[in-house]
């Protein structure tokens, strides 16, 4: 009988259990799910009432107006450029400084990293002024490099990699050495392969933060030709006649990669969001 | 002769790059784009900060944009509306998301990873294109949130036209797009708490809630503080979100100190005094980490 009684609570508390869950999983994909149809939808039908809850068949031309309105495979085109050059020689910048302050004995490393732990703390909003008198300067404005340049030296991301690395045994380095490798090769072929989880993870949140990136190449991007994709879907915003349909294909356009990418390759992106701060 | 000249050649060569030299040829790209781009734009924002310019001449001018800062009612305005959503959804968002975390870690729980992804999904959109999503489902005549609403029998909430509702708009979109990012960072904390604890606490008789307040909260104390950290610098800089979903408004109640930056900066070009209101933020947030830390770190002793 105190069996059966057990029994009925358990079954009581995953009901309570996966009610209280399942309200959270529909509050937290909900918008994606609205966000799809609105995508598929003239622009009309995403106020009508009661709300239209099902895909229409205007996703091709809401493509068209998209297109029309802001060169939607250009904006797409100059944030995959920027993002994927970013995060390709960031990672590489990052892991290099990472692995000295890591395996290295050497002058000047304490107080030069610790410059770099203190700048996580500043908020980027400190250098946004100087950095577009400086880009203005040097005729830059409007260019992939003024996007790019600033954050490449992302001090959270050498702080990670040096953390990373410290696993790295001496013996295995000294070893190479032994062998007659120079530093470089080290770095190269013994170094970043057996890197690779936390490279990925690192080389994750480098691309979330470039692609998301909004304020920076808003304030050095003016000209529409040269939009990421954050910056051309703010820009239809401000429009006089806002359409819907469009913007929510751009919002689908911005997101459905990263979704795609996430649901892939899940652990990698959680751990990279979060800095690598949870492994698994 | 000719081979002794090869050798050393390679010999020096090697010497270039030696252990004693790679660490500084390692650090050298990133150093020398970390002073460009981070050191130097620091320091001449506080030169900004010191000088005004008109013409394109600038002159020193001391304390003259701070004492413009401190005497701006604007600037009272974005920090007290920074600091209400700093105070209000960062709290709200750690307690669901410590709740989730409690509940996703039950035993009684199958496909864990599903859940995982349904929660943390927000956190890997672009925050412009939820702010915009987040802006249309608000609309106060058509919007899907003030129709749900009217099936209950609540009349239209005016959520961006409205100056309270548009800061309860704001916290409900940042707490929307967060609360899962740290649930999995509780979640991670949670599997790391041993479960002879607990046992030890069930055998002591103590019952579920009793353990969540002397065990889990306890335990928990370190990712609390990281995550407190965290969202504090995050919400200081809050700047998508107003700006897309309110633009400041209505009548400046959801002007932030970042928007308030940015329309200094790029809309009046007042880099002088844009870049005082950036070095206030510094020192904000310069405070309020230290702050966090003593506090939390002192009870430890």
């Known amino acids: 009988m105190t069996n059966n009684k057990n029994k009925t609570t358990t079954i009581l508390k995953k009901i309570g259990l996966y009610t209280l869950l399942g309200i959270g999983v529909f509050l937290s994909m909900f918008p994606f799910y609205w966000m799809f149809i609105g995508a598929t939808n003239p622009s009309g039908a995403i106020f009508s009432m009661p709300p239209n809850l099902v895909p229409g068949d205007h996703f091709f031309e809401n493509l068209r107006n998209l297109n029309e309105n802001v060169g939607i495979w250009r904006v797409i085109m100059n944030s995959l450029i920027i993002t994927l050059t970013f995060t390709v020689v960031s990672v590489m910048i990052c892991s290099a400084a990472g692995f000295a302050f890591a395996k290295y004995q050497f002058k000047g490393r304490d107080p030069i990293f610790f410059m770099l732990l203190l700048a996580i703390m500043i908020p980027y909003h400190v250098t946004l002024i100087p950095l577009f008198e400086l880009m203005a300067n040097v005729g830059w404005l409007n260019t992939y490099q003024a996007v790019i340049l600033p954050h490449l030296a992302y001090p959270f991301a050498i702080f990670l990699m040096r953390q990373n690395m410290r696993s790295i045994p001496n013996s295995l380095l000294e070893a190479a050495r032994v062998d007659g490798a120079g530093e470089m090769r080290i770095f190269f072929t013994v170094v970043l392969p057996t890197m690779r989880p936390a490279l990925a993870a690192v080389a994750i949140f480098l691309f979330m933060f470039q692609w998301n990136n909004f304020l920076w190449p808003l304030v050095v991007l003016g000209d529409s030709s040269m939009y990421t994709l954050p910056v051309a879907l703010s820009s239809l915003v401000g429009m006089s006649r806002i359409d819907y349909g469009q913007i929510m294909l751009g919002t689908t356009l911005s997101t459905l990669p990263i979704m795609v990418f996430f649901l892939l390759l899940q652990r990698q992106f959680i751990s990279g969001i979060l800095g690598g701060s949870v492994k698994e | ?301």
């Open chain 2, 1 to 301: 002769m000719n081979q002794s000249t090869a050798e050393s050649k390679k010999k020096s060569k090697r010497k270039f790059i030696t252990p004693k030299t790679a660490p500084y040829i390692f650090i050298a790209p990133a150093v020398i784009l970390f002073i460009i781009f981070t050191v130097y734009p620091v320091v001449q924002s506080l030169i900004l900060s010191f000088q005004t310019s008109s013409g394109g001449v600038s002159t020193f001018a001391g304390l003259d944009n701070y004492r413009r800062l401190f005497n701006d009612p604007l600037f009272y305005k974005a920090l007290g509306n920074t600091f209400t959503i700093l105070i209000i959804q960062v709290p709200i968002m750690l307690t669901i998301a410590v709740l989730l975390a409690v509940l996703m870690n039950s035993a009684l729980l199958k496909m864990r990873a599903f859940f995982r992804i349904a929660f943390f999904m927000p956190a890997i959109t672009a925050l412009v294109a939820y702010a915009i999503v987040f802006m249309i489902m608000l609309d106060e005549n058509y919007g899907l949130v003030n129709y749900a609403l009217s099936l209950v029998g609540i009349d239209p909430i005016a959520w961006l036209n409205d100056p309270f509702w548009a800061k309860v708009s704001l916290i409900v979109a940042v707490t929307w797009r967060w609360t899962g990012y740290n649930m999995v960072i509780f979640l991670a904390g949670l599997q790391n708490i041993s479960n002879d604890l607990y046992e030890a606490a069930s055998i002591d008789g103590a019952g579920k809630i009793r353990q969540f307040f002397s065990i889990t909260l306890p335990q928990l104390k370190p990712i609390f503080l990281f995550t407190f950290v965290l969202s504090t610098i995050g919400t200081l800089q809050l700047f998508d979100e107003p700006f897309i979903l309110t633009g400041g408004g209505p009548n400046n109640s959801t002007l932030t100190i970042s928007l308030y930056l940015y329309i200094n900066g790029f809309r009046y070009f007042d880099f002088n005094y844009a870049s005082a209101i950036a070095y206030i933020l510094v020192i904000i947030i310069a405070l309020l980490s230290w702050f966090q830390m003593k506090v939390v770190g002192d009870k430890d002793d």
